[in-house]
């Protein structure tokens, strides 16, 4: 099998699998967040009716998220990119790590440049989602989401990350954007609030209502030093830790004048 045929292949059941996921996650988590209302971050918005609007978008730009890591993996197969690391369990974690962190930051400061009058034309149509929900993870023109997940195809020219590295951090993006659109907020606590870098899910949901704050994606690192964090992040997530109620898996009680009212 050609390079050029197993690296088309692989494309699209990448692909397939993050659509797959995409789905399997959402009906899940939606069926998580009809059981925990009190946790929704914004209550006075809902963003429902443009769900199958959101769902036809992502479905494209799922496919241009996937390009970048195809073309960086292709372009170390070919000798054109640096030569991989060698992969073995005990530099997996800090390599991870290190990925992470320069994800981070490339999108950082893409997401910022994407925020500028001459590029915003390109990310408008994500911030249609103000109160953004789990299917709006992706409903973003195909090229603002090409650029924003182009680290893959950029990286391996600087760094020669091992393809489970650069694999796995694709995965992840994955699955933590889905968490970070999701609207409701289950990760509220000391580590995501300073002096911790981590992040929660209310840090991303305050990008959509504010839109002039919080641009990092894994950490408040880039937020916190060049002062684009939101002045009330720390306190929402506060907020959140204390007041939070319990999670559960059981469907909420109807008020008793809504039983009334059905019977």
């Not at 070919?78 to 369990?89: D, E, L, Q």
């Not at 684009?228 to 204390?242: A, G, M, W």
Request: net charge neutral; aromatic share 20%; with cysteine.
């Amino acid at each position: 099998m050609s390079d050029e045929l197993f690296y088309l292949l692989f494309l699209f059941g990448f692909y397939l699998t993050t659509v797959a996921t995409y789905f399997a996650l959402g009906f899940g988590l939606t069926w998580f967040n009809e059981r925990n209302p009190e946790r929704k971050i914004q209550r006075r918005r809902n963003n429902d009716k443009r769900r199958n609007a959101e769902i036809r978008q992502s479905l494209a730009s799922m496919f241009s998220a996937c390009l970048p890591l195809t073309i960086g993996l292709y372009a170390q197969q070919k000798g054109w990119a640096m030569a991989p690391w060698a992969f073995n369990w005990w530099t997996a974690v800090p390599l991870f790590v290190l990925c992470m962190f320069l994800y981070d930051t490339w999108f950082y400061f893409m997401h910022r440049l994407l925020h500028t009058k001459w590029f915003y034309p390109l990310h408008a149509l994500h911030h249609k989602s103000v109160a953004p929900t789990i299917w709006s993870t992706y409903s973003e023109d195909v090229l603002d989401n090409f650029l924003l997940q182009s680290f893959s195809a950029v990286i391996v020219f600087v760094v020669p990350f091992p393809p489970a590295i650069l694999i796995g951090q694709r995965l992840f993006e994955h699955f933590n954007g889905m968490f970070g659109h999701c609207g409701f907020e289950y990760f509220a606590s000391s580590t995501s609030r300073y002096p911790s870098p981590l992040l929660c899910t209310t840090f991303h949901d305050q990008h959509h209502s504010g839109f002039r704050y919080n641009y990092g994606n894994y950490f408040s690192f880039w937020d916190r030093v060049l002062g684009t964090i939101s002045p009330n992040y720390d306190q929402r997530v506060k907020t959140f830790e204390q007041e939070g109620p319990p999670l559960t898996f059981s469907q909420p009680a109807l008020p008793e004048e809504a039983t009334e009212k059905a019977d």
